[in-house]
């Protein structure tokens, strides 16, 4: 009998993915639906869940960089490791929606950090914090289901002038491969991964796009 993984989000562009490469590995994916709800009491949720069934070995989190980036700070100025103390003390009660979106991964991590210490479970926990993901989507049919991160990219070759001095980013296989390495790997309490690839100067993007897709009509300058 194969073990069994069982995932939310799923249908999501990370989550898809990750379904897709645990099956292909031989995994047997049982998937929750479910509404949304906010994200350090849906956190909190999934953890106590997981400590009420002893078979439960490992629950991994998909994360992000914005854990371990002070709020509404530039990331791209900053030397980011994953033992950065973030704090959200003093934090502005009115935020825009990337701020709130910002301060939501701070604060679900910090629930999975202080959960994992106060009470020790029998399970190990791993957090994965991709930055920007990119690549393509399992079941995109219209520009309107781009991600994120995608839509930013996209909006990027389409301009002259990025509005960041590189690209940074993952391939969304690469993430997918991350949280299946994670089950193989023997990992103890928790344990958290900053995902990327190596910076890409706009100059190296500007020449693959042209030489790929010459006829896109991509308008990014080689800076």
């Avoid at 009491?41 to 997981?50: D, I, N, R």
């Avoid at 994965?128 to 690549?135: D, I």
């Amino acid at each position: 009998m194969s073990s069994i993984i069982f995932m939310t989000g799923a249908t999501e562009f990370i989550g898809s993915h990750v379904a897709k490469i645990c099956l292909e590995a031989g995994y047997s994916v049982r998937l929750s639906l479910h509404q949304s709800m906010p994200a350090v009491e849906g956190t909190l949720s999934l953890l106590k869940a997981a400590a009420k069934h002893p078979s439960i070995k490992k629950v991994v989190f998909t994360a992000s960089v914005d854990s371990f980036v002070p709020l509404q700070q530039n990331w791209e100025r900053m030397v980011i490791k994953e033992t950065n103390d973030i704090s959200l003390n003093n934090t502005p009660t009115t935020l825009g929606r990337v701020a709130q979106y910002h301060a939501s991964k701070i604060a679900s991590f910090q629930t999975v950090v202080r959960y994992a210490a106060c009470h020790k479970p029998k399970f190990s926990i791993v957090t994965l914090h991709p930055v920007f993901v990119f690549g393509a989507s399992l079941f995109q049919e219209s520009a309107k289901d781009l991600s994120y991160d995608n839509r930013m990219l996209i909006k990027t070759l389409y301009s002259e002038t990025p509005g960041l001095r590189c690209l940074s980013g993952v391939h969304v296989i690469d993430v997918a491969e991350a949280h299946l390495h994670s089950l193989h790997c023997s990992i103890t309490g928790l344990s958290s991964f900053l995902l990327a690839s190596k910076a890409r100067p706009w100059r190296d993007v500007h020449s693959f796009v042209q030489s790929a897709y010459p006829y896109a009509g991509f308008r990014l300058l080689p800076h």
